[in-house]
């Protein structure tokens, strides 16, 4: 089984500061993915950046840098520059290869609040 | 990236009626879509698993007479809420995977509002 766990049910940060959202997960999946997702109020859920579990480097897409660290099963979310934007709800997911392939494992999401 | 389409994005019933949501993928063919519902300010939960051209598999505790599950083609799954009452009032969002090799790409609809009154 898998488990995803987000301790921060809301976070602030000022703008144009930096923040990070944790997440820790379990799993007896060899190979998976980790995601991050944002939730705005519309709904829809828009991906943002993905970390394999074989990955030897962080990934990082613009912005959003995600600080993998294996050993501990965290893969905690870096947002830079925060923007008011930003303001959204933010899901860390996992997904498996094998068995779960393409089945998706949430956390309970934090809530992000840009201060201006 | 790739499409999914959910129809309709809102919608409004009365308590007893079945309410339909489709979702689409516009440019790629899914073989295995998957069904979530999302109360308020809560997470994402994963209703069902839809393979296309089979019987649709339902997590634990979700009634599949309730939420019936249909995939007919590699690009359309649809779920009906059945007898909707007031507790089905939830945002549902669906998933399709891009059939291939490598890690499995999945995209996401952009839900569907269903408020029964």
Redesign the interface.
């Known amino acids: 089984a898998q488990k995803i766990t987000q301790t921060q049910p809301g976070m602030f940060v000022q703008e144009k500061e930096a923040v990070t959202l944790d997440c820790t997960y379990d799993t007896s999946d060899p190979s998976y ?1 980790l995601f991050w ?1 944002k939730q705005p109020s ?4 828009i ?1 943002l950046i993905y970390q ?1 579990s074989y990955d030897q480097q962080n990934a990082t897409e613009g912005r959003y840098s995600l600080n993998f660290q294996k050993a501990r099963k965290s893969a905690n979310l870096v947002i830079s520059a925060s923007q008011l934007g930003d303001s959204a ?1 933010y ?1 860390c997911a996992m ?1 498996g ?1 094998n068995t779960n ?9 934090t ?1 992000l609040t840009v201060k201006p | 990236g790739a499409v999914v389409s959910q129809h309709p994005s809102w919608v409004i019933c009365k308590s007893g009626t079945s309410v339909k949501i489709e979702c689409r993928s516009l440019d790629f063919q899914a073989t295995t879509m998957f069904w979530y519902r999302q109360f308020p300010k809560q997470s994402l939960m994963l209703m069902a698993t839809s393979n296309e051209g089979s019987k649709a598999t339902y997590e634990q505790g979700v009634e599949k007479d309730k939420f019936l599950i249909n995939h007919a083609s590699l690009t359309l799954s649809t779920l009906t809420v059945t007898s909707a009452h007031p507790e089905d009032s939830s945002f549902y969002i669906c998933s399709a995977r891009v059939a291939g090799g490598g890690h499995p790409e999945v995209f996401f609809g952009e839900g569907s509002r269903l408020t029964v009154l």
């Open positions: 993915g997702y519309s709904g829809e859920m991906f394999g709800m899901f997904r290869t392939a393409g089945k998706s494992t949430f956390g309970d999401g809530t």
